[in-house]
C-alpha cells in the first residue's frame, strides 16, 4: 500500500504531513488528498468484512505541502452499512471532504449485471509512455500512462480519451493495493474536455464520486484500464463519467466528475 510508505502519520492520527513531489499547480494532486482521506476512513472504520461501496470527495480549497489535520466521524453504523465522513483541514479551514460508505454483503434474489464492455486497447508494452515534460504538473511523475484512444491534452481536438495506467514501478515498491492507491491512481487522467484546450489554462476537479463494483485485490504495479466521456460542458464547468478495469477487463470503479474549467 502507497500510503504506508508517503504518509506514515494517517493512521489513526489527527496530524498529517503531506510530503513533497505531489504538486498539480496551486494545489497537491487532488488523487493523493482523496487518497488520505480514504485511507483514514479505512483506519476508523477497520472492519474486514465490509468493503467500499461508494465514495464522494468534494475539493473545497487548494491543499499545501506539509502539515494538515484529518478528522474522521462515523455518520452511522448500522446492521449492514457504515457511512464515515472525513475532512482534510488546514489553518484552521476544510479543504477536502470524503463521504464513504462501506457495506458487508448481503444475500439477495436480484442479480443484474449490465457493465459497459472494456474497451480493445492495445497492450501496455505495445505503446508509448506520456512523455513529462516541466510544464506538466509535477505529479505526473509518480505514474506511468499509455494512451491508447484519444488526443493528448492541449491539441485543440475532440474531447474524450483512455488508456493505460499504474505507479510508476522505479519510483514505488511493490506492494499491496488497496481503494486509496486506486483513488490516487485513477485521479491522475486529466478532465475529458483538456483535448479541446488551445493553450494551457487551469481545470480541476470540484465534485468527484465513485462506485466500487468489485473488490480491490490487487498490487501496486499492475495495470488498469481508464476510459472518460464527457457529458456536458458549459458555462466554465463539464460533466464527465469514467470507467476502471483490470487487465484481464473486468470493471472495478464507476466514477463522476464535476470539473471547473478555465478556457
Not at 504531513?17 to 494545489?27: L, M, P
Not at 478528522?71 to 464515515?84: F, N, Q
Not at 491512481?185 to 488551445?198: A, K, N, R, S, T
Not at 463494483?213 to 484500464?225: C, G, N, S
Request: charged share 15%; net charge negative.
Amino acid at each position: 500500500m502507497l500510503l504506508n510508505d508517503a504518509s506514515p502519520q494517517v493512521n489513526h492520527r489527527k496530524d498529517i504531513q503531506i510530503s513533497s513531489g505531489w504538486s498539480q499547480g496551486r494545489t497537491v494532486y487532488g488523487g493523493l488528498v482523496a487518497g488520505l482521506l480514504m485511507q483514514n476512513a479505512l483506519d476508523v472504520v477497520a472492519n474486514p468484512h465490509q468493503q467500499v461501496l461508494s465514495c464522494s470527495v468534494t475539493f473545497v480549497g487548494p491543499v499545501k505541502e506539509g502539515a494538515a489535520q484529518l478528522t474522521a466521524e462515523i455518520l452511522r453504523k448500522g446492521k449492514s452499512v457504515t457511512t464515515i465522513e472525513v475532512r482534510l483541514w488546514q489553518a484552521g479551514a476544510v479543504q477536502s471532504i470524503l463521504l464513504a460508505s462501506f457495506g458487508e454483503p448481503r444475500s439477495s434474489e436480484i442479480v443484474v449485471h449490465q457493465l459497459p464492455e472494456a474497451p480493445d486497447y492495445l497492450l501496455p508494452a505495445q505503446l508509448s509512455r506520456m512523455p513529462y515534460v516541466p510544464l506538466m504538473p509535477e505529479c505526473y511523475q509518480q505514474f506511468d500512462l499509455r494512451w491508447a484512444e484519444g488526443h493528448y491534452p492541449i491539441s485543440n481536438k475532440l474531447p474524450d480519451f483512455g488508456g493505460w495506467c499504474r505507479f510508476d514501478p522505479e519510483l514505488h515498491a511493490e506492494g499491496a493495493f488497496n481503494v486509496a492507491d486506486l483513488l490516487i491512481l485513477m485521479d491522475i487522467w486529466p478532465p475529458g474536455v483538456l483535448p479541446m484546450f488551445q493553450q494551457i489554462a487551469p481545470a480541476s476537479s470540484l465534485t468527484w464520486h465513485l462506485s466500487f463494483v468489485r473488490p480491490i485485490e490487487y498490487a501496486l504495479h499492475d495495470w488498469f484500464k481508464y476510459k472518460v466521456v464527457t457529458q456536458h460542458a458549459a458555462f466554465g464547468y463539464a460533466t464527465e463519467y469514467a470507467h476502471l478495469w483490470d487487465a484481464q477487463n473486468r470493471l472495478i470503479a464507476i466514477s463522476r466528475q464535476t470539473v471547473t474549467v478555465f478556457a
